[in-house]
């Protein structure tokens, strides 16, 4: 009997003390000061422009940036070449220039097969797999590999026992192995494993729907004011097929009123139109009661008639129990959801494709990065107050994405400025500065005599008006020859060129190839005829002229050796061409596409961008300490907060400590 | 099934009342181990105590000869066929009692239910509230009023169903309190609960007419009258999560985990061979 008791005892003193323990755990105080040891805050706000930031801070619109800048320091920073964000942010993250991490433009390419791909991730299902009936299951999992060379400013910092917190820096995903917290940024799939597709339900398709990129459009047929359909997620691998895993949804609209109800799984949601929802959790089923995967969405009721129009977001990963690595700790993106609520995971929330191809006006488009912002800020609230010492960033990505979507609001001359439409959004991209503003107005308000802070982008802006079919020009120039001079606009990827008679051409925003014997599988470049091909081509793209207008398509032509150093030199691009302000690579010639025109107005709403010559669209830096560098650039970052800390930098790191 | 759930439904407020301002947490606990006990006692009452403990005896010696005679294959595969059919004979002597354990553990679990697997809305928040038309119900989707108390208040215009005679509303929880939304139609009048309260209170996620398994799954609030117009009306109560030392756990499973350690645990001094 004796022994009984003592167990009864044994267990309720367990039991007592688990529950003691973790409500002191639960309960214990977030909100506190900052504490005394060494501190370094680093704000990223992507790609703010230090024209457009000197014009706000002039006409008194942010008093924090005013106040860092007059109380500390205040200049451009040099961004990479190219000035692409993932080039850019990886350029930040590693102290390296592209030789070094090997991240040389949004979009890389396979020189054996010759078709574009993504320069961040590379993902491989399970090699090993066995058939039982219909379902293949794996025996290992797959993997996602993070493409970026090179050593992390904070695993550096982790291993001097410095804590970090890194939100949302882009090119990391998945996120590096790390002791501290973080999450991923741009570059995170959704849940389709795509950079974000929305799904758009509607009565009234549009022609174009099969060419939509970064969406679906879903025709429905309404009857008695209803209809079913189904929310496609991920392919489901466990089935040979490999088909698209489903959840059917209904949604009835109102007879009279601008109003619906979509009745998916056990919730119901009531709409009205221009409304959205929360954020839905979604269970797609793999295999029956073994096998599932959860994402989150949400919906927007566009419109109920005379057309109806519903709009869901990109299925993003789910925060509360991500099916891919987001987060370190693993259990970090649940501490987010379960403090700040479902969040957007994917790398570009911004849903910039859906106002392109004119599934929103931009009403609709200013909603949805309202919903991003407003979200972001309230993590922001959270991440910096749980952030006690060491070292703390955040990325900031609207500054960026309006500015693409809005920037002819702020551009008369641009070939798609609307005098009317810029009456009313002509104010959108000084409000997200503002609202950047805000973030520092936090940060002020709690920092102390120990703490560095640095606030900064990685690029600036410039307008798009015109974009550079880059292929096109170089098959006019002669460098490409066409299979079938007949299909040149129809046949995507390349598949139209004939590679034996071609010398060059353009992959991603700014990279050009040689088409070089001994590295390209159908090279007919020799080594000796190298360089004076890369000189005529390059002597043709700056002398290059806008028919329009006479002005210079081209500022800068760079060549690899003369920008890059390090173990990744030989994947980059022979050529980096630097368009002018007001010229790009069009979206066409990034993918292997070909147009009739070499050159052509852009009327696309992405009307600002920075895939520039790196000297015409710096970025900025601001911190409460002076900068020793008179001319410093994204590279040293790395090298600084390492210094910041005491810190030496790592020997491949090419940048300097700016203070 | 109002009839049962008026004489239950007081039994299990009086039972929760104490945990009603409290964690959750607390009142799982408390619950989850008088259950326990309480299974326990039941199964002492119902079941062959005398037969189960010998069976149990049975299976240690054939456990020992196993270990004893590990060399002799044939005493070994004996001893195994005696093993399965012991079990065998230990199952059949917990059948009884678990038949007898089944209505006082479903009643249990569906009290539980109404209090643990939705929470309170909170104000703020919004929630859709639905009501059906019965079939026999000449009126239309038009002639039914929603009535809101203050504290409540309509956030858009309702979305009628013809096709499912349902009609739907959102509303805005303004304050917090216990409501009646009236449902008018004609002179007939239908009235609906909705809780905005911090406390473990039973929620009636949907009331029903003539329809048993909605009654006996909300046996917070009584089914609709026979001669309403209305066959259904529901609530969208948010589900509710549980937690246990941080962990998000189904309240269902920390039933049946907390219970089963205090059946185990007590089993020894109450004297219960199980």
């Known amino acids: 009997m004796s022994n009984h008791r003592s167990q009864v005892e044994i267990l309720t003193i367990i039991s007592l003390s688990a529950i003691i323990a973790s409500l002191l755990f639960l309960n214990c105080n977030r909100g506190q000061a900052l504490s005394t040891s060494k501190k370094v805050i680093v704000l990223g706000f992507d790609g703010v422009d230090p024209q457009l930031l000197s014009k706000y801070m002039a006409e008194g619109r942010l008093p924090n940036f005013s106040k860092l800048a007059k109380d500390g320091d205040y200049q451009p920073l040099g961004t990479s070449v190219p000035p692409q964000s993932p080039v850019a942010w990886s350029n930040f993250i590693t102290g390296m220039n592209p030789g070094g991490h090997g991240i040389f433009d949004f979009i890389h390419r396979d020189p054996r097969l010759m078709i574009p791909m993504s320069s961040t991730t590379k993902t491989e299902g399970s090699k090993n797999t066995i058939k039982i009936g219909k379902y293949t299951i794996p025996l290992s999992g797959g993997t996602v590999k993070n493409l970026r060379d090179g050593k992390t400013f904070w695993t550096i910092l982790e291993d001097h026992d410095v804590p970090t917190t890194i939100f949302k820096v882009p090119a990391n995903f998945p996120p590096v192995e790390s002791e501290g917290k973080s999450i991923s940024g741009m570059g995170t799939p959704d849940l389709l494993g795509s950079f974000g597709t929305f799904s758009f339900y509607t009565d009234d398709p549009p022609a174009n729907r099969d060419d939509i990129s970064g969406g679906i459009v879903y025709p429905v047929h309404l009857i008695n004011d209803g209809f079913e359909s189904s929310l496609v997620g991920p392919k489901n691998a466990f089935l040979a097929e490999e088909p698209d895993a489903t959840i059917p949804f209904k949604v009835w609209r109102d007879p009279e009123y601008p109003t619906a109800k979509i009745q998916i799984l056990d919730k119901q949601i009531l709409l009205k139109e221009k409304e959205w929802s929360d954020w839905i959790q979604v269970d797609f089923e793999l295999i029956p009661a073994l096998q599932s995967v959860t994402g989150i969405c949400r919906f927007y009721l566009k419109e109920v008639r005379p057309t109806f129009k519903l709009y869901v977001t990109p299925i993003n990963i789910d925060p509360s129990n991500p099916a891919l690595p987001i987060s370190t700790p693993s259990d970090y993106a649940e501490e987010l959801h379960d403090h700040c609520g479902y969040f957007y995971t994917q790398g570009m929330p911004e849903d910039t494709k859906a106002l392109s191809w004119g599934v929103f006006d931009y009403d609709d488009f200013h909603s949805q990065t309202q919903n991003v912002l407003n979200e972001r800020l309230r993590l922001f609230d959270y991440v910096f107050d749980d952030f006690k010492e060491g070292l703390f960033f955040f990325y900031v990505s609207s500054t960026d994405l309006n500015a693409h979507m809005f920037y002819n609001m702020i551009d008369p001359e641009h070939p798609s400025h609307d005098s009317e439409k810029a009456k009313q959004f002509a104010d959108v991209i000084p409000s997200l500065y503002e609202s950047a503003d805000g973030i520092i107005g936090k940060v002020l308000e709690k920092l102390d005599g120990t703490t560095t802070l640095i606030v900064m982008s990685d690029h600036g802006f410039a307008p798009f008006r015109r974009a550079v079919h880059l292929n096109t020009w170089l098959k006019d120039e002669g460098y490409i020859t066409l299979i079938d001079e007949s299909k040149q606009t129809e046949i995507e990827f390349f598949q139209n060129v004939d590679w034996s008679r071609s010398k060059a051409y353009g992959v991603g925003f700014n990279g050009l190839y040689l088409n070089l014997r001994g590295r390209e599988d159908n090279g007919v470049v020799n080594q000796r005829e190298k360089k004076s091909v890369l000189d005529e081509i390059a002597a043709k793209l700056l002398a290059l002229r806008d028919p329009q207008n006479g002005d210079k398509v081209v500022d800068r032509v760079y060549r690899r050796n003369e920008i890059y150093s390090g173990k990744h030199i030989e994947n980059a691009p022979d050529l980096v061409v630097g368009y002018n302000r007001g010229y790009r690579a069009s979206w066409e010639t990034t993918i292997g596409n070909f147009t009739l025109e070499w050159i052509e107005d852009n009327m696309d709403p992405w009307s600002g961008d920075h895939c520039m010559a790196a000297e015409l669209v710096p970025g900025v830096i601001l911190s409460n300490r002076t900068l020793r560098s008179k001319d410093p650039k994204l590279f040293d970052m790395a090298p600084t907060i390492l210094a910041e800390f005491g810190i030496e930098k790592e020997k491949n790191m090419v940048g300097h400590p700016v203070f | ?274």
Request: hydrophobic content about 50%; some cysteine.
């Open chain 2, 1 to 274: 099934m109002d009839i049962i759930n008026s004489i239950l439904n007081p039994f299990f407020k009086i039972l929760f009342y104490p945990f009603a301002n409290m964690s959750p947490v607390w009142g799982m606990l408390v619950i989850s181990f008088l259950a326990g006990i309480t299974m326990l006692f039941i199964f002492k009452a119902t079941s062959d105590q005398a037969g189960i403990k010998k069976a149990k005896n049975l299976f240690k010696a054939h456990f020992l000869a196993i270990r004893l005679y590990r060399d002799d294959l044939t005493l070994m595969m004996e001893t195994m066929k005696n093993i399965v059919l012991g079990n065998l004979g230990y199952m059949k002597k917990s059948l009884r009692p678990m038949l007898f354990l089944i209505v006082p553990v479903a009643i249990i679990i569906i009290q539980l239910g109404t209090r643990y697997e939705y929470r309170p809305l909170r104000v703020g928040e919004t929630t859709v509230v639905s009501l059906t038309l019965d079939k026999h119900e000449p009126g239309s989707l038009n002639d039914v009023v929603l009535e809101l108390p203050d504290g409540l208040s309509l956030d858009i215009p309702p979305v009628r169903i013809d096709q499912l005679r349902e009609i739907n509303w959102r509303i805005k929880i303004e304050r917090s309190g216990v409501f009646d939304i009236v449902f008018r139609s004609d002179n007939k009048t239908v009235k609906k609960r909705l809780q905005v309260v911090d406390s473990l209170s039973p929620l009636a996620s949907r009331i029903a007419r003539d329809d048993f398994q909605t009654a006996l799954l909300n046996p917070g609030e009584s089914s609709l009258q026979n001669s309403s117009f209305a066959s259904m009306v529901s609530i969208s109560y948010p589900k509710r999560e549980f937690q246990f030392l941080g962990i998000s756990i189904h309240w269902l499973v920390a039933f049946f985990v907390f219970s089963l350690i205090a059946a185990f645990a007590c089993k020894g001094f109450l004297g219960v061979e199980v």
